[in-house]
């Protein structure tokens, strides 16, 4: 049971608990050197349109200080850092990693970094992407360097969310390469992703004996929609047992060898089965049809807070790994329901904490509007506002980030109405 003590007033955390907030290159830099760069979305965004944090990350980081969050998953551009396979690093982007990974310690923010979300270097995806077999080397050549480079930074993510990259970009088709139902390619995909994260985990070990190297899954809370249903009852089943369970294994043990030291979860919210499909507004249910049967819903999911802590508890009987929540967030212009939703995820955390799980971090998605994939734009995570109209991009700081930066100051979930 973890050492509650170091907060004042509310529902404690685990004294040595990070709050943070999480972001990924390719959906704030602008200018990228992944294969999105000039990737168009549905609503005619490219990254570039996005909130150029590439140049504006002072400010940004300074933001992010000012709240007083005490850890930042960052990730690098893989592709702006590494020109060709098995190149040195870029001098001038490593320069600015560097410099903003200094600038974060400076402010105590613990980095957790991230070396692969979702986006290819250009060069990598011209070669086929995680489909060409010398790609775990690549990864893993990437990560040696990287870690040699980057003094001081205990915690490494490999991969975010490896399953949901490689049922994206082969099978449904949002994600470059966009290809669709392909099973055999995403299976390809995923036993190099895991390949890679295993090598990746050699190497970065093999030359910081401090760091913590894992990866992040995301957990969907699969239920059915017709509880009588047996279609519902056996996709829903399904899918946690592939998704879930299968998902995460795979990248905790590889021949036998333990090759994570902690799993980064990735929670927005549940996924009821109809079928073959999940019910929610990003696959054609609308928000008020939705909100007609009692479910609560931002532009993208249907919220199911409770399920947070089952779903940390269930892990934890499979691993007794540390648990950090990498991830969660919603897609909302309501600022009522943002701060409500992470209030409620919040709560599901002690409650997890309460049962046991070993649970040391809490990053809300995002720190700042982004450029969302195939949805482009209209997503609004951040807890810094983007005007994307505007030339110069301004930030506005939304109220959810008062009650993190609250929760950060007292190691605790504030009483409600504090
Ligand atoms: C991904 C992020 C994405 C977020 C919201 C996560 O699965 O890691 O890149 O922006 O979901 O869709």
Redesign the pocket.
Known sequence: MPDRSGSTGGLPFPAGFYWGCAT?PA?IEGATASEYAGFRARDGATPDDGPDHWTRWEDDLQALGDLGLNAYRIGLDWGRLQPAPGAALAAEPLAQYREMLARLRARRVEPFVTLF??ACPAWMAEAGGWLHRDAPAWFADFARRTADACDGVRYWITH??PV?YALMAYIIGEFLPCRRHRPDLALRALRHLRRGHAQAYAAIRARRAEARVGFTK?FKGFQPFRRWHPVDVTTSWLARLLFDRWGTAGFLHHRGRQVCDFVGV?Y?GRMRMKGLSGVSPLTGWSPETLARMGAVCDD?WEQDPRWLADCLAELAERTELPLYIT?N?V?TLNEDLRTHYLREHLRGCADAIGRGVALHGFFY??LLD?F??SEGLS?R?GLLGVDFGHPDKPRTLRPAAHLLADAARRNALPPAGD
Do not use: D, I, R, T
Request: proline share 0%.
């Open positions: 990924s959906q979300h979702f975010n969310e949901v995301h990735n927005y993208m991830e967030g897609a998605w995002s982004n969302e994939w997503k995570f």
